[in-house]
T-cell receptor
Framework: NAGVTQTPKFRVLKTGQSMTLLCAQD?????MYWYRQDPGMGLRLIHY???????AKGEVPDGYNVSRLKKQNFLLGLESAAPSQTSVYFC??????????FGSGTRLTVV | GDSVTQMEGPVTLSEEAFLTINCTYT??????LFWYVQYPGEGLQLLLK?????DKGSNKGFEATYRKETTSFHLEKGSVQVSDSAVYFC??????????FGQGTRLTINP
């Protein structure tokens, strides 16, 4: 089925470890986004991309890096995980004419 | 910057009750407005949208009208069902296709 696929779905990290979250979309969307969802705070934009090879900072970019080497993939990296990065991470994609499509989320716990 | 404010939850109603979830926004331009719904353990799904003033978005019995004069986009449903239990997010979009979310309102419908 067409859509946005996030991997992994769950992960537990120790403080200081690194990891990469993968987002893949097969709808040929230009725009891709990474959000984090925390209780009582809605979704906050971490980084986004308006096309292959481009990235930009969102509302809460500190501690994260991203790459968009291929149009269909948007990677979110944590170089040195901290407990404050415990959250649910959502990837989304869109084009100019369609609404956002969200992935099912990655639940990350940093201990 | 742009922002969205939703009524605080949680909201608990009985089946067949009337639902209103308030949403107001602050934006410099003329944003598009959205309501998203998140069922337990899932990503966000677009519920309805409106792209200009006085537009009414509707879907699955839910409605919301874009009111520029009051900068509001309140969500309503005439008769809620248990299956409507979810978290509802109001959002706006303008410029670079970025979505700005409210904090979300958790709705529980009791049979």
């Amino acid at each position: 089925n067409a859509g946005v696929t996030q991997t992994p779905k769950f992960r537990v990290l120790k403080t200081g470890q690194s990891m990469t979250l993968l987002c893949a979309q097969d709808m040929n969307h230009e725009y891709m986004y990474w959000y984090r969802q925390d209780p009582g705070m809605g979704l906050r934009l971490i980084h986004y991309s308006v096309g292959e090879g481009t990235t930009a900072k969102g509302e809460v970019p500190d501690g994260y890096n991203v790459s968009r080497l291929k149009k269909q993939n948007f990677l979110l990296g944590l170089e040195s995980a901290a407990p404050s990065q415990t959250s649910v991470y959502f990837c989304a994609s869109t084009s100019r004419t369609f609404g956002y499509t969200f992935g099912s989320g990655t639940r990350l716990t940093v201990v | 910057g742009d922002s969205v404010t939703q009524m605080e939850g949680p909201v608990t109603l009985s089946e067949e009750a009337f639902l209103t979830i308030n949403c107001t926004y602050t934006a410099t331009g003329y944003p598009s407005l959205f309501w998203y719904v998140q069922y337990p353990g899932e990503g966000l799904q677009l519920l309805l949208k409106a792209t200009k003033a006085d537009d009414k978005g509707s879907n699955k019995g839910f409605e919301a009208t874009y009111r520029k004069e009051t900068t509001s986009f309140h969500l309503e449903k005439g008769s809620v069902q248990v299956s409507d239990s979810a978290v509802y997010f109001c959002a706006l979009r303008q410029g670079a296709q970025k979505l700005v979310f409210g904090q979300g309102t958790r709705l529980t419908i009791n049979p």
